[in-house]
């Protein structure tokens, strides 16, 4: 099962909105709506900011949301902040022997 | 709250077994509703699906990985653990642990434990 297609980079100013994509296929993210992204800054673990694809656990902002069609995933932040800036990751479950896999991950650089 | 901590050895030599271990505190491991997971990190790189077990014993492992993986629960300890055999330079990597949902989410995670594949 190859790795979820993300964006190398992506950028935005404070205050406008960004999305990030995540490409996968009709046995990853085009079979289920299972799809989580992370979020993690530099020497952290990663943490969990939208889960089944547009479920935000308790505690994440609202200025995040996500969203899918067909086989890409979408996270959207609004409202962008520097603390904003870090790298994000998607994950989708794949129902085979693989059973998870990731993106490559995603550079959000706060302009 | 669920915490998760990663202990093991930071330095393994070429060919040898890489084990390390989770332990839980804050919950138990025996909950019927999460998997227990291991997902690695190159430095600099993404992050990499090791694979995960369910308390009754069941795993799945990343293909990639399969033939030389193996996780383990350990209910009494509150601790599950990972084996990585025939290790080489190629498997140095940040090491995280986590609880995960069927659905293939996890949260939360552990802090990670940098392990060196050196002679």
């Known amino acids: 099962q190859s790795a979820l297609t993300q964006p190398a980079s992506v950028s935005g100013s404070p205050g406008q909105s960004i999305t990030i994509s995540c490409t996968g296929t009709?046995?990853?993210?085009?079979?289920?709506?299972?799809v989580s992204w992370y979020q993690q800054y530099p020497g952290k673990a990663p943490k969990l900011m939208i889960y089944?694809?547009?479920n935000r656990p308790s505690g994440v902002s609202n200025r995040f949301s996500g969203s899918k069609s067909g086989n890409t995933a979408s996270l959207t932040i609004s409202g962008l902040q520097a603390e904003d800036e870090a790298d994000y990751y998607c994950?989708?479950?794949?129902?085979?022997?693989?059973?998870?896999?990731f993106g490559g991950g995603t550079k959000l650089t706060v302009l | 709250q669920v915490q998760l901590r990663e202990s093991g050895p930071g330095l393994v030599k070429p060919s040898q077994t890489l084990s390390l271990t989770c332990t839980v505190s804050?919950?138990?491991?025996?909950?019927?509703?999460?998997?227990w997971s291991w997902i690695r990190q190159p430095a600099g790189k993404g992050l990499e699906w090791i694979g995960r077990?369910?308390?009754?014993?069941?795993?799945n492992y990343n293909p990639s990985l399969k033939s030389r993986v193996t996780i383990s629960v350990d209910t009494s300890k509150n601790q599950f653990s990972l084996k990585l055999s025939s290790v080489t330079a190629a498997d140095t990597a940040v090491y995280y642990c986590?609880?995960?949902?069927?659905?293939?989410?996890?949260?939360?995670w552990g802090q990670g434990t940098l392990v060196t594949v050196s002679s």
């Open positions: 986590a609880r995960g949902y069927w659905s293939g989410w996890v949260d939360p």
């Open positions: 804050g919950g138990s491991i025996s909950s019927n509703s999460y998997f």
């Open positions: 077990i369910y308390t009754s014993g069941s795993t």
């Open positions: 009709s046995t990853d993210v085009g079979d289920y709506n299972y």
């Open positions: 089944d694809v547009s």
């Open positions: 994950s989708s479950y794949t129902g085979s022997s693989t059973d998870v896999v």
